[in-house]
């Protein structure tokens, strides 16, 4: 019996250590993630790329990336670290940036990472907008001074499936301060808060449901 608690003891106390080191290795692990290896990160708690955050002076845009274009509405920069063109938009008094535009074609996808690898660095959208036309169907996610684009998911024999999916291809992500939905939007059929990754069809009929709690909310005495 004191043999089995022995042994009994020792497998715990080896469980322990073993965890123990697990955690530890976790937190050494310095490696960034895909969006932070290519520049699209957090700066004093508001989302950049490469330091440069929308407000910031325009000046700093030339000065990071002088091989760019300037054209008539913004200062265009073709490839940085393989990633799809970017553009720089200025203030209207051209003093500082109002946004941050970095865009693919749609339907080729040309980021390195996907829906999975933006929920994991940035948490949980505060609003999930839908868009649906004859050609595509997509999903934005908002965050504050941030809109991520996804492109419709496919499921394993390459049928579109109409939903956002941890493997949904990137297809914008913008970063800017003059965005027209804000995490504050009210909840619409077309727009609302996160439901995980579903289908389009379920996310109209939980933001339905979230209008019907809100109406019935208000007309409470």
Request: hydrophobic share 35%; charged share 20%.
């Amino acid at each position: 019996m004191k043999w089995l608690l022995k042994r009994t003891l020792t497998a715990c106390l080896l469980m322990g250590v073993f965890c123990s080191a697990v955690v530890v290795v976790g937190r050494l692990d310095y490696t960034p993630s895909k969006l932070k290896a290519l520049g699209i990160d957090m700066c004093d708690g508001e989302p950049c790329f490469h330091g440069i955050k929308a407000g910031m002076d325009w000046a700093t845009v030339q000065k990071l990336f002088p091989h760019g274009t300037m054209e008539p509405k913004y200062y265009g920069v073709d490839s940085v670290e393989g990633l799809p063109p970017i553009r720089f938009f200025p203030s209207s008094d051209r003093t500082t940036v109002s946004r941050i535009w970095i865009v693919t074609d749609m339907g080729t996808p040309s980021f390195s990472f996907t829906a999975k690898d933006v929920i994991a660095d940035y948490g949980i959208p505060c609003r999930v907008y839908l868009l649906n036309t004859a050609r595509y169907t997509s999903m934005s996610v908002f965050y504050p001074k941030l809109e991520v684009i996804f492109g419709d998911g496919v499921n394993t024999t390459g049928i579109h499936t109409n939903s956002l999916q941890w493997t949904s291809p990137v297809w914008e992500v913008i970063i800017s301060d003059q965005s027209q939905i804000s995490c504050t939007t009210s909840t619409e059929s077309y727009i609302g808060r996160w439901h995980g990754f579903s289908d389009a069809e379920d996310y109209v009929r939980r933001n339905l449901k979230d209008m019907r709690i809100a109406q019935n909310t208000s007309v409470k005495p």
